[in-house]
């Protein structure tokens, strides 16, 4: 499996060794892979130490022996069978939110400067995962996502297909509808697979949809174990919010209305099961922002929020799975565009995946009014420019799931808010286009905005 935060991890060997990098990112998103792969093919030598794991003699190194790094190293050294090269090993900590004393310990081990260090984990953020530790200055953090469209692609042996769409999106013009519908019929697979490197693995193999949503399944249910291991005092929340996605982005608004888990409940009551969801990279959230002016998060009204998996794939198996298993004629309708129902919320949360992956933070925009019909609108996504202006610096994104649809809401937002407003996209799954000042993108060019 190719991936792209493999070239980080390059750039990152060759320009620091005053830093450790830690690769945060949801369980089962290949963490572990990657840095093994990385550790294999560019180290004279490497130790692996999953902390999840790890013996008792082990942890026992970092809590006796800091202070005398000689017998440290040579403890490790000797407990792996690996023979240490200055300069030329990696040490990688996996997992290693399960013992916070090895990263802790980051600090001293950098600024000996013998080996590299790489450490992978997820939950970095939850306090009990923190305590009792400084986090080191000289640790980097870069944060892995599902496999992107261009990755999955490139599981399918299909290496040529993302510069072309690339080519189109630069040079303004339709792929052409021989070539557009290529691209659908990849980004439908994408969207129904999702980029769980297992879950890739398993259709490239077999191209057996039952198959892969077992895998999926399996996936679902190691983080609801997760949840209920992890999110300490907050578990029937955590876990309440988990199941109610889907219920959630079904709706027209797919905002989250807390009221659905329990009658009387406030968002303060709520906001570390969702921020520990966040954390743990489970879920995207988005926020509604109240201005769409240039400092989104500025304007950020936290108790009005949407909920998006933060893999499609998984949504997937999580939404449609009455009987244990998602059947393979839901399957085959939405391979084929057959259906009908739910089928924009599938495209709401990939377009999220797409943008987060692609380093966006999620915001929407809403206004409810009574009595002025012109001031309701919905508008799923907001986007700043990556160069800010004085003026017109926010992008509107529409997301349109059908072949047939109003743009009444964008209409609405680019009368009041021009002064604000960059270009305003609408993401469907027909060819580029530009008409009457709105940029008409296919959905598979998501992450090149």
Same mark, same amino acid.
């Given at each position: 499996?190719r991936?792209?935060?493999? %070239? ?16 945060? *990112?949801a ?9 093994e ?9 490497? @130790? ?18 800091l +202070? ?11 407990y ?9 090993? $990696? ?5 290693v ?8 310990? @980051?600090?001293?081990?950098?600024? %000996? ?6 450490e #992978? ?5 939850i306090?009990k995962?923190?305590?009792d530790?400084v986090?080191p ?9 599902? /496999?992107?469209?261009?990755?999955? $692609?490139?599981? /399918?042996?299909n290496? #040529? $297909?993302?510069?072309?769409?690339r ?26 697979? *999702? ?10 193999r077999?191209k057996d ?16 174990? +997760? ?22 982005l ?26 520990w969801?966040?954390?743990?990279m489970i ?10 002016n =240039? *400092?989104?998060?500025?304007n ?12 499609? *794939? ?24 057959? !259906?009908t ?13 797409? $943008? ?15 009595? %002025? ?6 508008? %799923? ?12 610096? =926010?992008?509107? =994104? ?7 649809? #109003? ?5 609405k937002?680019r ?9 305003p =996209?609408? !993401? ?9 000042g ?12």
């Amino acid at each position: 499996m190719r991936r792209k935060i493999y %070239d980080t991890l390059l750039e990152w060997k060759n320009r620091s060794r005053q830093t450790a990098l830690l690769i945060d *990112g949801a369980r089962r998103v290949g963490k572990s892979y990657i840095a093994e792969k990385f550790a294999r093919e560019n180290f004279k030598s490497y @130790i692996l130490i999953d902390f999840n794991r790890a013996s008792r003699q082990v942890q026992e190194l970092f809590e006796n022996y800091l +202070d005398d790094l000689d017998t440290f190293f040579l403890y490790l050294s000797g407990y792996y069978n690996v023979h240490l090269y200055q300069g030329e090993t $990696l040490i990688i900590f996996d997992e290693v939110q399960m013992f916070p004393r090895a990263r802790g310990a @980051i600090k001293y081990l950098v600024a %000996d400067g013998r080996y590299v260090y790489l450490e #992978t984990g997820s939950l970095m953020s939850i306090r009990k995962n923190v305590r009792d530790i400084v986090i080191p200055s000289e640790e980097e953090h870069v944060y892995m996502y599902p /496999m992107d469209f261009e990755e999955f $692609l490139w599981a /399918m042996e299909n290496e #040529t $297909l993302m510069p072309l769409i690339r080519s189109c999106y630069e040079k303004k013009r339709p792929m052409g509808q021989a070539m557009h519908r290529k691209a659908m019929d990849y980004f439908r697979q994408y969207l129904i697979v *999702g980029g769980m490197p297992q879950a890739v693995e398993a259709y490239q193999r077999k191209k057996d949809f039952a198959e892969v949503d077992r895998v999926k399944r399996g996936i679902l249910t190691l983080y609801r174990e +997760d949840i209920r291991k992890h999110s300490v005092g907050s578990e029937l929340a955590v876990e309440a919010i988990f199941d109610q996605i889907p219920a959630q982005l079904s709706r027209h608004e797919k905002k989250f209305r807390l009221k659905d888990i329990r009658s009387g409940a406030k968002t303060r009551q709520y906001e570390q099961p969702f921020f520990w969801l966040a954390d743990a990279m489970i879920v995207n959230n988005c926020y509604n922002c109240s201005e769409p002016n =240039i *400092g989104l998060k500025m304007n950020m009204d936290r108790k009005t929020m949407k909920c998006y998996m933060a893999d499609t *794939g998984l949504l997937i198996s999580h939404a449609f799975d009455e009987k244990g298993i998602v059947s393979e004629e839901i399957y085959r309708k939405l391979l084929f565009d057959k !259906l009908t129902v739910n089928e924009g919320m599938l495209m709401e949360n990939i377009v999220a995946q797409m $943008l987060a992956a692609s380093g966006h933070k999620l915001y929407f925009f809403s206004k409810s009014s009574r009595t %002025d019909a012109s001031a309701r609108m919905e508008i %799923d996504f907001l986007i700043a420019k990556s160069r800010i202006t004085s003026a017109h610096n =926010i992008s509107p =994104i529409e997301v349109k799931s059908g072949e047939r649809y #109003t743009l009444s809401s964008l209409k609405k937002f680019r009368t009041k808010y021009g002064e604000y407003m960059d270009v305003p =996209i609408v !993401l469907h799954t027909k060819d580029y286009k530009e008409e009457n000042g709105i940029l008409y993108l296919p959905i598979y060019m998501t992450p090149l905005l």
